[in-house]
């Protein structure tokens, strides 16, 4: 059981923002009557904050799961702190819907969803290094390994190592090439202290250099599969499918799949084969006005930029691009302030941020600000957020803040 936010000090709340761990104390599931405490403890906290929506997560999870043979296993790609979202929690919320594991890239990411009480496995993509094989043994992780050197300098660190071999179908990235795979199953399975709990692939995400190159690569990988049967080192999971895999080639769904980016509600394609209605999981951006003041002739004349203009009130929200804010955001960026559409003036510093509002006279020192959510009937959607930010959907959450509370509604 979490410890309830609401009934931390400010101290132990300052001393969990400025650790990794902050999303790990907030209650998973608070009832109606705690939500109020939750915002209340991140206000002070931070004054800033995302709002996380784990049902939606829930329900994209749901959606994935209707799609495949019950035999079919879920390795939810948490990498990056769950996409911004907070590995743990959202570990919890998937583990609860019944995921059979969890990938991440890095071993923070690992240590919170431990630390949050999960105990299915957890598969580590290339990245920890066998310097922290006492962490990664004391958390029960599985290794992934694409070489025999890799596999060699494993074992020679852990008592039992286990192990998912990772093989390159065309991605030129990690893993073995088809041709080298052999040998290290082979190699993997002559070793005692060595445990082959899988083999994955990642679809190359590269501009493709042939219509085909779906197909190739999964033919790659069942060409493998089939000379491991022959030899028999194949191992008892196969995996290749992330998002855009799973929703447009069944056939790749193999024993398991490990899709991340579906949690949180971001499809890649909209024409899958298989179709999903999938929700997002960061549900508001959430700042406040630290400052206003009406601007007046004895500051000197206005800046010479879009938006600055003599005679207007200015206000100043507590976040900024140290907060993940781009630096260059475009002119007319919006926020809600009161129910009311307002716009944010560039530039962004790195932990102050101005707005224009001068068409909000009642607009108060304190007050809550949204740069992506719903207030009242007025919202801020996503899309408009991605474009104000130039970038697109899942470059929304790589901006996310690990010091930024997160509030799960
Ligand atoms: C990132 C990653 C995934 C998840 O990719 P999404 O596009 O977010 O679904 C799956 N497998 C591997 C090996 C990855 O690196």
């Known amino acids: 059981m979490s410890k309830k936010l609401n009934k931390l000090t400010v101290f132990e709340i300052l001393s969990i923002v400025s650790g990794m761990q902050f999303g790990d104390q907030i209650l998973i599931d608070p009832t109606p009557s705690d939500v109020p405490g939750l915002y209340r403890e991140a206000l002070i906290s931070r004054a800033s904050w995302y709002e996380i929506d784990l049902g939606a997560m829930r329900h994209n999870y749901r959606q994935l799961r209707a799609h495949l043979a019950p035999a079919v296993k879920i390795f939810a790609c948490l990498k990056r702190n769950a996409y911004g979202c907070g590995a743990g929690p959202v570990a919890r919320a998937l583990a609860a819907e019944g995921a059979d594991g969890f990938a991440v890239a890095a071993l923070p990411d690992a240590i919170a969803i431990r630390r949050a009480g999960v105990e299915t496995p957890i598969l580590l993509y290339p990245g920890p290094l066998p310097a922290s094989a006492e962490t990664i043994e004391a958390l029960h992780l599985t290794v992934t390994v694409s070489s025999i050197d890799e596999l060699k300098q494993w074992r020679a660190v852990m008592g039992a190592t286990r192990i998912f071999v990772k093989v390159d179908l065309g991605f030129h990235r990690a893993g073995a090439t088809p041709k080298a795979v052999g040998e290290i199953l082979a190699a993997a399975h002559a070793y005692d202290d060595v445990e082959i709990h899988g083999l994955y692939a990642h679809l190359s995400e590269l501009p493709a250099s042939s219509p085909a190159q779906e197909s190739d690569q999964i033919s790659r990988l069942e060409r493998i599969l089939q000379e491991a049967d022959a030899s028999g080192t194949r191992p008892p999971v196969a995996m290749m499918a992330s998002t855009a895999g799973v929703l447009r080639w069944p056939a790749m769904d193999f024993d398991a799949v490990d899709p991340g980016a579906l949690f949180v509600g971001l499809s890649e394609t909209d024409q899958g084969v298989r179709s999903v209605m999938l929700r997002p999981a960061l549900k508001a951006i959430c700042a406040s006005l630290v400052s206003i003041k009406q601007v007046d002739a004895s500051l000197g004349p206005a800046p010479d930029l879009p938006g600055f203009r003599q005679g207007m009130t200015i ?28 716009r944010l003036i560039p530039p962004v510093h790195l932990e102050h941020l101005r707005i224009d509002l001068t068409e909000i006279p009642d607009a108060r020192f304190g007050d809550q600000v949204l740069l992506l959510g719903r207030q009242g009937d007025k919202a801020i959607t996503h899309d408009e957020v991605a474009a104000c930010w130039d970038t697109d959907l899942i470059g929304l959450y790589a901006q996310l803040r690990d010091h930024v509370p997160r509030v799960y509604v």
């Open 315 to 342: 206000g100043v929200l507590g976040m900024g691009w140290g907060d993940g804010i781009p630096r260059h955001l475009a002119a007319g960026t919006p926020a809600l302030v009161r129910g009311q559409r307002a």
